[in-house]
């Protein structure tokens, strides 16, 4: 049975900083990119940052210089440094997870969510103006 986990999520002021992490485990497969997506009520979901299973990493445009991802797809970890956050910044985040064989590089953009087929349960992130 495979499991993402989510934590860090919570209410915070504009100006604010936020550490998501997501840890996975029982996905038996040789090599795995992750990623964060966010979805505000009313959009579509959104595409934050990734890891692909070569390493590569790739950060919206969106959040661009306010965030940084780090994470070991070797151990299914992921975490998601936001600061200076933004009343549009809130959302559900959730983490996503994908063969390897799907996405190995990340270096062209972030990943579409139709690629990812496990994903956890989401965790809440709400600025405050």
């Known amino acids: 049975q495979v499991n993402l986990v989510e934590s860090g999520g919570g209410a915070v002021q504009a100006g604010g900083s936020l550490r998501l992490s997501c840890a996975a485990s029982?996905?038996?497969?040789?090599?795995?990119?992750m990623a964060w997506f966010r979805q505000a009520p009313g959009k579509e979901r959104e595409g934050v940052a990734a890891i692909g299973s070569d390493g590569s990493s790739r950060i919206a445009y969106s959040v661009e210089g306010r965030s940084s991802i780090s994470g070991d797809t070797a151990k299914m970890t992921l975490n998601l440094q936001m600061n200076n956050l933004k009343p549009e910044d809130a959302a559900m985040y959730y983490c996503?997870?994908?063969?390897?064989?799907?996405?190995?590089?990340?270096?062209?953009?972030?990943?579409?969510?139709?690629?990812?087929?496990?994903w956890g349960q989401g965790t809440q992130v709400t600025v405050s103006s």
């Open positions: 996503a997870l994908a063969p390897g064989s799907l996405c190995y590089t990340v270096k062209a953009g972030i990943p579409s969510h139709r690629l990812f087929h496990l």
């Open positions: 029982g996905y038996t497969v040789s090599s795995v990119c």
